[in-house]
T-cell receptor, first 109, second 114 residues
């Protein structure tokens, strides 16, 4: 079966750095996506990785290791507005997205 | 640009009744999707359409039907609602289905079936 694993919840302090991990087992791999979803709102796109390595985009970076079936999202200089759920999704061999349940990130002052 | 709109925003529906959730995009995207999101579970694909005139079944299609008569609209119909269909429904679209094609989401419809 196909499986995406993420921690259910994480807590971090404003101004700090947090790393949200995602491990996956899917039938085929055609890219990994990270989305942000604030409570009661729609998911919005953050990043895309298809090759191994780190993709940096401002305060957010995403890393991929295809051999390990592993990715992480790194958030720097945390702000209160970063309190949200972060969703990991893998595009499988049928080019459909398989979604993790999401990691709820709580930022404390 | 509106992007993707969904209607209604929320609805309470009696079990056994039918209902159509509407989804319209103005980005001229080829592909469209319907997901449901339940607490503790990831987004689950109900149906999809890679291009106007074609549809396909996702992970949880039972009890739902879709049509794609044109590029912009992708309605989702529940023929006879059951309480297990209580969920938040998201419509999404993407330019295509390969490479870096990103899915863009509508605001969602919160459906309660009693």
């Amino acid at each position: 079966g196909q499986n995406i694993d993420q921690p259910t919840e994480m807590t971090a302090t404003e101004g700090a750095i947090v790393q949200i991990n995602c491990t996956y087992q899917t039938s085929g791999f055609n890219g990994l996506f990270w989305y942000q979803q604030h409570a009661g709102e729609a998911p919005t796109f953050l990043s895309y990785n298809v090759l191994d390595g780190l993709e940096e985009k401002g305060r957010f970076s995403s890393f991929l290791s295809r051999s390990k079936g592993y990715s992480y999202l790194l958030l720097k200089e945390l702000q209160m507005k970063d309190s949200a759920s972060y969703l990991c999704a893998v595009r499988d061999s049928n080019y459909q997205l398989i979604w993790g349940a999401g990691t709820k990130l709580i930022i404390k002052p | 640009t509106a992007g993707i709109t969904q209607a209604p925003t929320s609805q309470i529906l009696a079990a056994g009744r039918s209902m159509t959730l509407r989804c319209t995009q103005d980005m001229r995207h080829n592909a469209m999707y319907w997901y449901r999101q339940d607490l503790g579970l990831g987004l689950r694909l109900i149906h999809y359409s890679n291009t106007a005139g074609t549809t396909g079944k996702g992970e949880v299609p039972d009890g739902y039907s879709v049509s794609r008569a044109n590029t912009d609209d992708f309605p989702l119909t529940l023929a006879s609602a059951v309480p297990s269909q209580t969920s938040v429904y998201f419509c999404a679209s993407s330019p295509g289905t390969s490479g870096t094609d990103t899915q863009y989401f509508g605001p969602g419809t919160r459906l309660t079936v009693l």
